[in-house]
């Protein structure tokens, strides 16, 4: 990092503290922007301390972006995040950054709020082009337990960002696009649970997520990681936790074999695998529908009610919507047209339940309850909408001023899936039909 800590101002950059809303929508016309989202762990930042950011860039682009002030002296508590975005003119691009330094100053304006310690959890880095495809690339996406402990004399950290030629780009973990693991990278992973700290579980947690936010996985390295793993409700979180990064998931399901107790085996072809209905009830909707995909279409009558349901991190999370079928159409120029509000399903609107609050798309607070879910569909990337009015039939009666957060999510292509499904992984809420994704993250 040396070569290129030489920042100093930015010709013809706009800087000012913006508070990024949550919303992903371009807030900079359609210039580039690069947003910086930090997670604050075990130790908060208190009132008063501020956070600076200095980006480094290639020569070409011209010199660095140094201390710029993120926080403005404003706290975060514990577990919590906060966003700064940074503004681009126009021909920025992913490969023109080098890297990030985050320093910490450690004063806080009184004695109380003086406490000098503050534990960086994770840290995300995404450069958005609204007028490129992919919008979003991840140049940097790490965490740890803490990642970075700011204290005594150590109050600042640089990361380099990935190379150009392994950016890959924002996907809520799916491997297209990126680099793959190597053999390396999997016995780190399984070593990791051997480590004399903490929890063996979440250390392979952690060492998962830190590989797997620059890489992907094949489902037998997936195979690797869960079968060195001793206990069976350990392989569970653990095959929960790899899905997301995985590139061949139709290789999945046979993971199912890892397990002996019925109990489990059922939860994983649930989970993971093809269910039409739940055991003994023929009336039952599906409960975390992440379906095997259907290479060939076989039309059912009308559009059933279905539900996807499961837990992140503890929260639940259940998802209800009718699974309208494909039958052979052009869906995207008929069932539901581009840049046109959809119901996202067929007949009374999808809806979104939340036992407690959560988090979406990393930095947007929503309450615990009941919300619709309408998208508006488009070639390279999908608006999702929450809206707090959960009573509509299709799109009647929706009004804009009741929407709680719009989402932008990148289209991945995918096998193709007759019927609408959605499925509550990991780290979010993915929806498939036809032959894209997209997927909706929530904390």
């Known amino acids: ?42 130790d908060d930042l208190r009132n008063g301390q501020n956070v600076l950011a200095t980006l480094y860039t290639t020569t070409n682009m011209g010199p660095g972006m140094a201390d710029v002030n993120i926080n403005d002296g404003r706290g975060s508590g514990n577990n919590t995040s906060f966003s700064f975005m940074f503004p681009m003119g126009s021909g920025w691009k992913p490969s023109d950054f080098k890297g990030i330094k985050i320093a910490h100053d450690g004063n806080g304006r009184n004695a109380f709020e003086g406490y000098d310690n503050w534990n960086l959890d994770r840290i995300r880095v995404i450069f958005v082009d609204p007028t490129t495809s992919p919008q979003q690339t991840v140049l940097l996406d790490l965490s740890g337990q803490p990642l970075i402990r700011f204290t005594g004399d150590k109050r600042a950290h640089s990361w380099k960002f990935m190379s150009a030629n392994s950016v890959g780009s924002l996907s809520g973990g799916s491997g297209s696009g990126r680099q793959m693991m190597n053999a390396t990278d999997i016995r780190f992973i399984i070593q990791s649970q051997h ?29 690797q990681v869960l079968a060195s793993y001793p206990e069976e409700s350990g392989r569970m979180t653990l095959a929960r936790a790899c899905y997301p990064l995985v590139s061949d998931h139709d290789q999945f399901p046979p993971l199912v074999d890892l397990f002996q107790s019925s109990g489990m085996i059922r939860q994983f072809e649930v989970d993971f695998g093809r269910v039409t209905t739940l055991a003994g009830n023929t009336n039952a909707t599906q409960s975390n529908t992440y379906m095997e995909p259907v290479s060939t279409p076989t039309p059912q009558a009308g559009s059933p009610r279905s539900a996807a349901q499961g837990e992140i991190n503890g929260k639940f999370i259940r ?108 780290d979010g809420v993915m929806l498939r039909w036809e032959k894209v994704e997209v997927f909706l993250p929530i904390e």
Not at 4 to 24: K, V
Request: net charge positive.
């Open 319 to 426: 998802v209800r919507y009718s699974q309208i079928a494909a039958r052979g159409r052009d869906v995207w120029s008929t069932v539901a047209p581009y840049g046109q509000l959809w119901r996202t399903g067929a007949n009374e609107a999808t809806t979104i339940t939340f036992d407690r609050d959560v988090t979406v798309d990393y930095n947007t607070k929503i309450a615990a309850g009941t919300y619709s879910i309408f998208t508006i569909p488009g070639p390279d990337y999908w608006t999702i909408i929450l809206n707090a009015n959960s009573k509509l039939w299709g799109t009647n009666g929706y009004t804009k001023n009741e929407d709680v957060v719009r989402v932008s999510a990148m289209v991945r292509p995918h096998e193709y899936t007759e019927r609408l499904t959605f499925a509550v992984i990991s």
């Open 1 to 42: 990092m040396t070569s290129i800590l030489q920042p100093c101002r930015l010709a013809g950059l706009l800087f000012g503290l913006l508070w990024f809303s949550g919303h992903t929508l371009a807030q900079n016309g359609n210039n580039p922007y690069l947003r910086l989202t930090l997670y604050t762990g075990g």
């Open 195 to 223: 480590s004399t700290v903490g929890d063996p579980l979440q250390a392979m947690l952690t060492k998962l997520r830190q590989t797997g936010s620059l890489r992907s996985m094949t489902s037998a390295q997936a195979r």
